[in-house]
């Protein structure tokens, strides 16, 4: 089954910029979308259609992708930051399946 | 405001069965996709399930490919979840989200509700 793998964590210091990347075969045809979820609660979409930024999501928050990789940075991290992060997408059959990524959770200290 | 409200969670023994709801209000519910995501405890997010806006096309995780079933009902504004045959592994919060216009992404999640599969 289709994959999308994500680095477990990402440390940065508050107001420096993180990146967590998103892996994927099906990427170079599939648009790339990223959740933010804190602890105890559901996940809010951050970025869609790879570098769209959804009504009330801070500037700080972008998205790019290129071939089989897309990317969400993350631009002078604030503490309200701290999350897991997941990718998601769709595969690439006629029925297009959606999958989440392994998730990535940042830490802001 | 736009807002998902699931029920129907609780306890349940393996090979039983369970049915989820989720109230929709504050949007035209018709005119979208949804979906059911959910979460194992401590693990990551599993996409599970969605449905098109009239209710013809479905489709599923290899997971529960076969013993889940996605419905909706748009003259109550509410989307199911009847899952059958059920296992420990489907033990999780299980979300649903409203489809974002235009893209397979969900833009509007319920706060979940919670199935634990135990004997």
């Known amino acids: 089954s289709y994959e999308l793998t994500q680095p477990p964590s990402v440390s940065v210091s508050p107001g420096q910029t993180a990146r967590i990347t998103c892996s994927g075969d099906?990427?170079?045809?599939?648009?790339a979308y990223w959740y933010q979820q804190k602890s105890g609660q559901a996940p809010v979409l951050v970025i869609s259609?790879?570098?769209k930024r959804p009504s009330g999501i801070p500037e700080r928050f972008s998205g790019s992708s290129s071939g089989t990789m897309a990317t969400l940075t993350i631009s002078g991290a604030q503490v309200e930051d701290e999350a897991d992060y997941y990718c998601?997408?769709?595969?690439?059959?006629?029925?297009?399946?959606?999958?989440f990524g392994t998730g990535t959770k940042v830490t802001v200290l | 405001q736009v807002q998902l409200v699931e029920s129907g969670g609780g306890v349940v023994q393996p090979g039983r069965s369970l049915r989820l709801s989720c109230a929709a209000s504050?949007?035209?519910?018709?005119?979208?996709?949804m979906h059911w995501v959910r979460q194992a405890p401590g693990k990551g997010l599993e996409w599970v399930a969605v449905?098109?806006?009239?209710?013809?096309?479905?489709n599923y995780a290899d997971s529960v490919k076969g013993r889940f079933t996605i419905s909706r009902d748009n003259s109550k504004n509410t989307l199911y979840l009847q899952m059958n045959s059920l296992r420990a592994e489907d033990t999780a919060v299980y979300y649903c989200?409203?489809?974002?216009?235009?893209?397979?992404?969900?833009?509007?999640w319920g706060q979940g509700t919670t199935v634990t599969v135990s004997s």
């Open positions: 449905i098109s806006y009239e209710g013809s096309n479905k």
């Open positions: 259609e790879d570098s």
């Open positions: 989200a409203k489809e974002r216009e235009a893209t397979p992404a969900m833009d509007v």
């Open positions: 504050g949007f035209t519910f018709s005119n979208y996709g």
């Open positions: 099906a990427l170079p045809k599939k648009y």
């Open positions: 998601y997408s769709t595969d690439s059959s006629a029925n297009h399946r959606g999958v």
